[in-house]
């Protein structure tokens, strides 16, 4: 099928249309590049403490040799990260991949039951988790194949200081519930061990998997999305010429507070900034924002991403608006839609665009990107990428003129290997020509950009993530007292869309305040319904099927 790229000819300056995905054999590769170019400049900032590039090169190995050497385990084995932004997960990402292993990114937030899903479905049999989340592992470890847990606390790697850190989270805030693990190694001890083991030498090629990166695709079951080796390198180089003359290498500060364990903060800053010798100063707690300002006080910053809700909580912080904003000149948000007025907030405080890109965990993420010196906000989400085809098709399959709207899908080396273990879910989203169904309503104007009309039908997007009705409706249904629910979103000011729960109740005495806290045990938080309401019915079509889209559509946010 022949297709027109009319945004080619609006590409900024000095962009490619096209990268060279061969220039790597791996992102092990891509990062062991890094470590020689930029040894001696910072890597990573957390807490005031600052690793440069030959530490986490070191680090990273002493990971990788108790892997290895100690664990023994091999190529293609699948570890598990369950970790927020700390300086112990870029040493355990990076240590896995020059190992060989596949990474599964894991929510530090899932309850047992989402946890144990993802550990068994990946076959994970290794696991890194933070002390915090500990207890939901001890829950569900016996159920699962994975036979290595590594234990660590926030402030294991911060010297004296985070010995102080570490006895508050746990005896002064009670942030670290009591579990019991006793097979657990340390992560300080794992690295210790790892040290007299050789760095292995394992052969990558973009075949290879790297990531399991966990999404629930339009079912509602989690999949694991196979980004391979091939994928991750592609993603980045196509960010990176994107980025193109914005970045100075070895210049660069980052500031990191979306998790890296999702997939936006994973090759934007994770990746494509520590190929530019980038500083990433991790942020551990985005959501106490008196102390994300505090935090962005300390460094001249010249790069930030995030999600809308995101920019909108710092725009409404007091003392975000003194902080010096000479040297930030890229302002990316991502992972939901960002509103206008946002973004013309956000140009009017910082002085920076605001650009907006979109992708999908399945494009590892980025596919479309708006140009870096877009003057003001203008409501798309940019331009395709290099190396990367956008085309807008109905709903049997055909190619649309420009204007027209219809699903938007995308083509390029960035696009998944397919879900794992899952032929028929694959199949369902991706064709043997390589062309990937977005399940997004778009349409294209004469310039190339695109801008998105609707999105997947039913899906609810709660500050960047996806949650999918069907997994809610199935859990709330194993509640007694319910006969029947549906699962919406509705509009909400702090996180752009929150969840409601429509319920026929089959106990007349069933409480908003049980179901709640039954949600509460059952679904990760951004998952849990804000609002509740009882019906006696539910509206159905001729087939019984319920229709969210009726009860979506009455726009009662109550």
């Not at 159920?143 to 002064?172: P, R, S, Y």
């Not at 959501?287 to 995101?310: H, I, Q, Y």
């Not at 909580?313 to 509103?339: K, Y």
């Not at 960047?464 to 909400?492: C, L, S, T």
Request: charged residues 20%.
């Amino acid at each position: 099928m022949s297709i027109e790229r009319p945004w080619l000819a609006h590409y900024p300056e000095g962009v490619p249309p096209q990268i060279d995905v061969n220039q790597y054999a791996s992102v092990a590769a891509v990062v062991e590049e890094a470590f020689e170019r930029f040894r001696q400049r910072p890597a990573f900032a957390s807490f005031g403490k600052i690793l440069n590039y030959g530490q986490i090169d070191e680090l990273s190995r002493q990971f990788a040799g108790y892997l290895t050497g100690v664990l023994k385990l091999s190529k293609g084995d699948r570890i598990a990260i369950m970790m927020p932004n700390v300086l112990q997960y870029p040493i355990a990402l990076f240590g896995a991949l020059r190992a060989g292993l596949v990474v599964v990114n894991t929510n530090p937030m899932y309850t047992a039951r989402e946890l144990r899903h993802q550990l068994e479905d990946a076959g994970a049999k290794a696991i890194v988790v933070l002390d915090n989340f500990a207890s939901t592992l001890q829950q569900v470890v016996a159920e699962t194949h994975v036979e290595h847990i590594v234990t660590t606390g926030i402030g294991d790697l911060l010297g004296a200081k985070g010995m102080v850190i570490n006895f508050v989270l746990k005896h002064v805030k009670k942030m670290v519930p009591p579990y019991s693990l006793p097979q657990a190694v340390r992560f300080t001890d794992a690295l210790s061990q790892g040290a007299s083991h050789p760095l292995p030498k394992v052969q990558l090629g973009h075949e290879d998997l790297a990531f399991l990166q966990y999404t629930g695709g339009t079912t509602g079951v989690a999949k694991g999305a196979m980004l391979s080796h091939g994928n991750m390198v592609a993603n980045m180089m196509q960010a990176g010429a994107w980025i193109g003359k914005n970045a100075k290498p070895g210049e660069e500060i980052i500031i990191t507070a979306l998790p890296l364990y999702h997939i936006f903060s994973l090759t934007a800053n994770g990746l494509v900034f520590m190929r530019l010798g980038g500083l990433n100063w991790l942020i551990t707690n985005p959501r106490d924002m008196p102390g994300f300002v505090k935090e962005l006080k300390k460094s001249r910053f010249t790069a930030l991403t995030g999600v809308n809700t995101l920019f909108n909580g710092l725009l409404n912080t007091p003392g975000f608006a003194e902080l010096d904003f000479s040297r930030l000149h890229l302002s990316l948000g991502g992972g939901m839609a960002v509103q206008r007025a946002v973004a013309e907030r956000w140009k009017k405080v910082t002085g920076c665009t605001l650009a907006e890109a979109y992708g999908l965990t399945e494009t590892s993420p980025a596919a479309c990107i708006n140009p870096l010196d877009l003057k003001d906000y203008n409501g798309s989400i940019g331009l395709p990428i290099p190396s990367t085809d956008v085309a807008i098709w109905s709903e049997d399959n055909q190619p649309l003129p420009i204007g027209e709207v219809g699903e938007l899908m995308v083509r390029g080396p960035q696009v998944m290997k397919g879900y794992w273990q899952r032929p028929d879910e694959t199949a369902k989203v991706l064709g043997a020509d390589g062309w990937l169904h977005t399940g997004d309503v778009a349409r294209m104007d004469e310039n190339g950009y695109v801008y998105i009309v609707d999105r997947k039908k039913d899906m609810i997007l709660v500050s960047g993530f996806n949650v999918y009705p069907n997994e809610v409706e199935d859990v709330v249904m194993q509640h007694p007292g319910v006969a029947e629910v549906a699962a919406v979103g509705v509009p909400d000011e702090h996180s752009g869309e929150v969840v409601k729960l429509f319920v026929v109740r089959k106990d007349p005495n069933l409480t908003v305040e049980a179901l709640k806290k039954f949600c509460h045990d059952n679904l990760t938080g951004y998952k849990r319904p804000k609002i509740i309401e009882f019906r006696d019915s539910l509206p159905k079509s001729n087939v019984g099927k319920i229709l969210r889209r009726e009860l979506r559509d009455e726009k009662k946010t109550a």
